[in-house]
């Protein structure tokens, strides 16, 4: 880390931002806060704390499950597998492969990254090479601290939409305040996601703390999940949040 980010991460965590700031970045983050019904009842899959997610009901003709960053929980994907028979494609440079997961998950000692280099793989090549046997839908489940960003500003269009389900979680929303930042890497993301996907869910992850501005407190880690356009049942308002089944992270 150079001296510049130094000094930006330690002002942001004063509460300062040394760059030009935008309402739009607040309002988006709230607006994450409002997700719609779409005719999908919501199931929780994964542990009761930390791995664990609201989706919705719909995971029938699924084929398999996309999931970046592994560590050292992978509680979603073996219940994923226990309940509805999807199996999981998992990818984490950071870690080796955990010697109880299962043998029905595959395993890439790769990170996630924009383009394919080194220790880095695209979601397209995921898609069109690990991924190329499966013909149906795909699931993602997507918690790579931060590179959640580059994975949805290089995605393509087609790609996109093989996802019938993706849970993201979005990390370092106090940035989305910074108005470069939020105009190069926020806006895009939105754009593409809001013509495919509806917004489904939300829950605040407890653990990430939050911050204040201009009167508004607002949440600096945030999960959600998208689901396919052309899957909504029917569409009837906004749904409440905290779905009583959603629980603390810790």
């Known amino acids: 880390m150079n001296i510049k980010s130094v000094i930006v991460y330690l002002t942001r965590f004063l509460g300062f931002y040394p760059s030009k700031l935008s309402e739009s970045g607040i309002k988006a983050i709230l607006s994450l806060l409002k997700p719609i019904e779409n005719g999908h009842e919501l199931i929780r899959i994964g542990g009761a704390k930390d791995g664990g997610y609201l989706l919705p009901d719909d995971l029938i003709g699924v084929d398999v499950c996309f999931s970046p960053g592994v560590a050292d929980n992978w509680s979603f994907e ?105 105009n190069e890497n926020i806006t895009p993301i939105l754009e593409k996601i809001s013509k495919t996907h509806d917004l489904v869910h939300a829950h605040v992850n407890n653990n990430g703390g939050t911050f204040r501005y201009r009167g508004h407190k607002a949440p600096k880690v945030i999960e959600i999940t998208l689901h396919r356009k052309d899957r909504a049942a029917n569409y009837s308002g906004f749904r409440k949040i905290p779905h009583p089944m959603d629980s603390d992270n810790v």
Request: hydrophobic letters at 40%; a negative charge.
């Open 78 to 182: 073996n219940d994923l597998f226990g309940k509805f028979s999807i199996p999981s494609v998992m990818y984490d440079a950071s870690v080796e492969r955990p010697i109880d997961l299962p043998t029905i998950h595959e395993f890439y000692k790769k990170f996630i990254g924009a383009s394919s280099f080194n220790n880095y793989i695209s979601v397209e090549e995921v898609v069109h090479l690990d991924l190329k046997s499966y013909s149906g839908d795909l699931i993602a489940q997507i918690d790579i601290e931060g590179g959640e960003y580059s994975l949805l500003n290089s995605i393509s269009n087609d790609t996109l939409l093989r996802f019938r389900i993706l849970i993201v979680e979005l990390h370092e929303l106090d940035r989305w305040i910074e108005k470069r930042f939020f």
